[in-house]
């Protein structure tokens, strides 16, 4: 497998210019939600990168305008993550007609208006952030459903080919449908540029992960457990919940405790992906929800590392504050010195 040089350990900063709560895009919340401070932390974690998500409203109207004073911070990450020796994932994490959490919003993968608003976002980017050595352009967070597979391959083809069009050699990360899981990797095509990444998220097993999470109606909100438990006992849980949406993240002949086995197994079929095609692998989001225990979180942690180590696979996880899964938090001050050792 391809390596992917330089972002073998990060983390998010999700909440900062995208996912703002309460909708606050202000110069106060950018000014305040991260600061210096906050990157000469990562950089003492020993973290190699980190990924920023940002919205496409921080740095560009709805008509197509550029935002001077949106483009200000992202200047602002990527000189400061320079200054430390860190690079940065630069992640449209929405973009004019789509958002992930909203799969059905807008318009985006039936309008060629907004795609090509999109792909004047990313001549732009390049134009402004495209030579940088220590960026990496996420083209787009999480695309959801099936219906999209093919649209988004032709949309992240005309794209690329814009930013090189701008002259620049950045490397370009984007993942596949079903909110960039593993099987959405399957779907894409063959790359025709040679400096690409494929991107995954993994927040595996759902039923741990994100329990009690407010936004996922199939948990029950008394829900809660512990980890690890055996396989079986998770499948059955999930198959309590969400039905056999996810039983292909299961063995049924392999039932036991669950371990870095488990995701080794998940794990293997995005790296037949990037063999195939000759791309490196990135995990762009891993975590556990701050309504997990402590402990538990641990746990997690320490398998899908050592899948991760074993495997050579690089990775962000989420969340550097807040959003539910801030390690920074009050919920694991407790670990969180062992958690970094983790990440």
Known sequence: MKEFTGFMRGIDLGGWLSQCDNNDYSEKHFAEFITEKDFDVIAGWGLDHVRLPFDYNVIMTDSG?????????????????????????????????????????????????????????????????????NVVFELLNEVTELKFAQTWNRIAARTIKAVRGEGADVRIMYGGVRNNSIFGLTLLDKPEDDNVVFDFHCYSP??????????????????AMEY???????????????????????DPENFGQMSPEYFERLFAQANEVSKKYDVPLYCGEYGVIDQADAQSTLNWYKDIHTAFEKMGISRAAWNYKQKDFGITDEHYKDILDELVKLL
């Not at 911070?73 to 973009?95: P, Q, S, Y």
């Not at 690890?228 to 299961?250: A, H, M, N, V």
Request: net charge negative; with cysteine; glycine share 6%.
């Open 228 to 250: 690890p438990q055996t396989e079986k006992f998770i499948l059955e849980k999930t198959r309590e919940f969400f039905g056999d949406k996810y039983d292909d993240e299961f």
């Open 65 to 133: 305008e550029f935002i001077e004073s949106g483009f200000k911070w992202l200047t602002f990450a990527a000189d400061e993550c320079e200054k430390r020796g860190l690079n940065i994932v630069l992640d449209l994490h929405k973009t004019a007609g789509f958002t992930f959490d909203n799969a059905e919003c807008c318009g985006f993968f039936e309008s060629e208006e907004l795609q090509e608003l999109f792909v004047k976002l990313w001549k732009e980017m390049s134009r402004r952030y495209g030579k940088r050595k």
């Open 206 to 223: 759902l039923v741990f992960t994100h329990q009690k999470a407010y936004w996922v109606p199939e948990l029950p909100k008394e829900f």
